[in-house]
């Protein structure tokens, strides 16, 4: 979610473009940023931390060329998708699609009704995959939240009013799965199709791992604390090499209220955000297992990484606690050298940790591999300023807890063995061509100034070089031996984001960032199959100030030999850019965009003219029909 709301001004095409050399030393680049931009001036981070760390690209730079294939595109304020020349955008598919042929269109004057949501695709589309099952295409997308003031923008309250806008609200929450064609005029999606699929805050979910039948999971409907109802507030995803899709349960705090307002919230609800007021959703009023007065457990048994086989619409979703409760962003699944499957994940808090998972099975193909991600093990990252870092396991023996309460309370389990605090963990991507990851700090203006709700400290440095972080950084890092389960690794920060137009200082970012290349807040990481790195913003689009000519959120692209990043797409007015996936012939990239016209920014985007906001997934494409990543 964006927690900033700027006015935006309408600049067109201010910025100039900066080309970069095509190659650069990256620790080179590193050490100019700090001497340059008086960085050691500013942060309390050596020197040494930032060369050892960059040292593993040592004698791979030379050999990279331009690996982009497209011309950087400048920043801008537009309500449009913009692309590079040579590149095509179509709509495939927005919230309010019907999937089925009988289901009612929906009526905008008043963004839809219940039954008119329960057929169509989902609001704020986030994280996605794309499948291929059968020979088909089939994409399963998580649907995050509403913009209440964009779905009742007909009352004059802009909150839901009625039980049927409350519940319409609901039901655009989840994921949706929905298959989608090639056709002589692009892609579109096929209404009907045996795969179509709402997965809703109301569908039958099962509970599996360490969690699944404690008592803090019980409640008056399921005594025995393993079934449950729904997802919601699915942020990012991830996939898994048996065909399956996860979707990552975020900010799933803001949804529950307390008819007690005198309520006395326990220390572990205070930690994970619960309070007795919802974020205006007012799901408590139609139904009461949001009320904490009256069903307790229930937050219990949100905040987890949900299951999900595209190839059986009649599936029974699982809950994979193993993975831990925190406000999950992605799972980057990797199988490890040796057969295990590792799962990278951030909790996108400020002051929160990043984490990984270790199963203890091994992946078999064609084997039933489901139970790889109910027994293993979890880990929490701490990072040194002398770029090495290690895995601290949130074992009984460290953390005091029995594994059922390290699935359910993690944060307090990650506190405990004294992990790092982050800059707000949001996607994590491994390099499909080497033993490498990367996470996106997003920002956090607490850094240095405010502990998190657990009471760590979070100290300027490491990773997390700057006081009051208004723009983010990627991270990346090597583990040790080239194993993914090793306990160590080594890290550096391949990007400082920052506005080198206004500051020259940390603020100004490292030396890959440029007058032309700017951004702020990265979230969004994936890499396609070439090792190219897309990144995707969800920062402040106010474009002044701080952020002057960084205009909408946007995608960008780097090549991570040379440290280069080019802009590649600008999102329309107030949107976030999130969520990237590709056909199986890699000829289309299908890029997600996210509530634009947040916060009542005029955004008329896609239809134009007075038509409400709407989000959706666009298809680009190669006007040449060339691979693009
Ligand atoms: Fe849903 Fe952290 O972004
Ligand atoms: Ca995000
Ligand atoms: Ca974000």
């Known amino acids: 979610m964006t927690d900033q709301n700027h006015k935006l001004s309408f600049d067109e095409f201010d910025e100039v473009t900066n080309p970069r050399k095509d190659l650069c030393e990256f620790d080179q680049v590193v050490e100019r940023a700090i001497s340059r931009r008086g960085f050691l001036s500013v942060v309390t981070v050596s020197t040494a931390s930032f060369i050892a760390g960059a040292g593993f690209l040592r004698g791979t730079a030379e050999a990279a060329a331009d690996r982009f294939g497209f011309e950087q595109i400048p920043a801008n304020t537009l309500d449009a998708v913009t692309v590079p020349e040579g590149f095509s955008v179509s709509p495939v598919v927005h919230w309010g699609d019907p999937l089925w042929s009988d289901a009612e269109p929906f009526d905008w004057s008043v963004a839809g009704t219940a039954a008119q949501q329960a057929k169509a695709f989902g609001d704020n589309n986030d994280g996605m995959t794309l499948f291929s099952i059968e020979g088909r295409s089939v994409l399963v997308v998580n649907n995050e939240y509403t913009n209440v003031e964009v779905a009742n923008a007909h009352n004059e309250s802009k909150v839901p009013e009625t039980d049927d806008e409350v519940l319409k609200g609901m039901l655009a929450h989840g994921v949706t799965v929905v298959e989608l064609a090639e056709g002589e005029n692009?892609?579109?999606?096929?209404?009907?199709?045996?795969?179509?699929?709402?997965?809703?805050?109301?569908?039958?979910?099962?509970?599996?791992?360490?969690?699944?039948?404690?008592?803090?999971?019980?409640?008056?409907?399921?005594?025995?604390?393993?079934?449950?109802?729904?997802?919601?507030?699915?942020?990012?995803?991830?996939?898994?090499?048996?065909?399956?899709?996860?979707?990552?349960?975020?900010?799933?705090?803001?949804?529950?209220?307390?008819?007690?307002?005198?309520?006395?919230?326990?220390?572990?609800?205070?930690?994970?955000?619960?309070?007795?007021?919802?974020?205006?959703?007012?799901w408590a009023k139609i139904d009461e297992r949001f009320d904490i007065a009256k069903h307790p457990h229930e937050p219990n048994r949100a905040g987890y990484v949900v299951e999900i086989d595209p190839s059986d619409p009649t599936s029974t979703p699982v809950k994979r606690t193993a993975l831990g409760r925190f406000k999950h962003e992605n799972a980057e699944l990797v199988v490890n050298g040796d057969g295990r499957v590792v799962v990278y994940m951030g909790d996108d808090e400020r002051g929160e940790f990043l984490y990984r998972y270790v199963s203890n099975g091994v992946y078999s193909l064609g084997g039933d591999n489901g139970a790889l991600l109910d027994d293993g093990k979890l880990y929490a990252a701490r990072f040194n300023d002398d770029g090495t870092g290690e895995w601290l396991e949130l074992s009984e023996a460290a953390t005091g807890m029995s594994a059922a309460e390290i699935a359910i309370h993690t944060r307090i389990a990650a506190s405990a063995v004294g992990a790092t605090t982050m800059d707000r963990p949001e996607w994590v991507t491994a390099n499909p061509t080497k033993a490498e990851v990367y996470v996106a700090l997003t920002n956090n203006k607490n850094r240095g100034i405010k502990t998190n709700a657990g009471g760590d400290e979070t100290p300027v440095g490491g990773p997390n070089p700057r006081a009051e972080n208004k723009y983010g950084q990627v991270v990346r890092w090597l583990p040790g031996g080239g194993d993914h389960a090793a306990a160590d690794f080594e890290w550096n920060i391949f990007v400082l984001a920052g506005n080198p137009t206004v500051h020259g200082d940390a603020n100004a970012g490292s030396d890959n960032v440029n007058a032309g290349n700017m951004f702020n807040s990265p979230d969004g990481l994936a890499f396609d199959t070439t090792g190219l790195?897309?990144?995707?913003?969800?920062?402040?689009?106010?474009?002044?100030?701080?952020?002057?000519?960084?205009?909408?959120?946007?995608?960008?692209?780097?090549?991570?030999?040379?440290?280069?990043?080019?802009?590649?797409?600008?999102?329309?007015?107030?949107?976030?850019?999130?969520?990237?996936?590709?056909?199986?012939?890699?000829?289309?990239?299908?890029?997600?965009?996210?509530?634009?016209?947040?916060?009542?920014?005029?955004?008329?985007?896609p239809a134009g003219g007075d038509s409400v906001p709407r989000s959706g997934v666009v298809a680009i494409t190669r006007n040449d029909g060339g691979v693009i990543g």
């Open 186 to 282: 692009g892609w579109t999606y096929v209404k009907d199709s045996p795969f179509n699929r709402r997965i809703t805050p109301q569908t039958e979910m099962t509970i599996a791992g360490p969690a699944a039948g404690h008592d803090l999971l019980k409640t008056e409907a399921d005594p025995t604390g393993t079934k449950t109802l729904g997802t919601w507030n699915n942020c990012a995803n991830g996939r898994t090499p048996w065909g399956t899709y996860l979707a990552c349960e975020e900010n799933f705090n803001g949804y529950f209220s307390s008819s007690d307002e005198g309520l006395e919230v326990s220390p572990e609800f205070v930690r994970y955000g619960i309070k007795t007021k919802d974020w205006g959703y007012g």
């Open 533 to 605: 790195l897309w990144i995707q913003t969800d920062g402040n689009y106010g474009n002044e100030g701080d952020f002057a000519g960084q205009g909408n959120n946007q995608m960008l692209a780097a090549d991570t030999e040379t440290g280069e990043i080019r802009r590649f797409l600008v999102g329309p007015l107030a949107c976030e850019v999130t969520g990237v996936t590709w056909s199986a012939d890699r000829k289309t990239m299908f890029v997600g965009i996210q509530h634009p016209g947040e916060n009542g920014e005029p955004s008329h985007w």
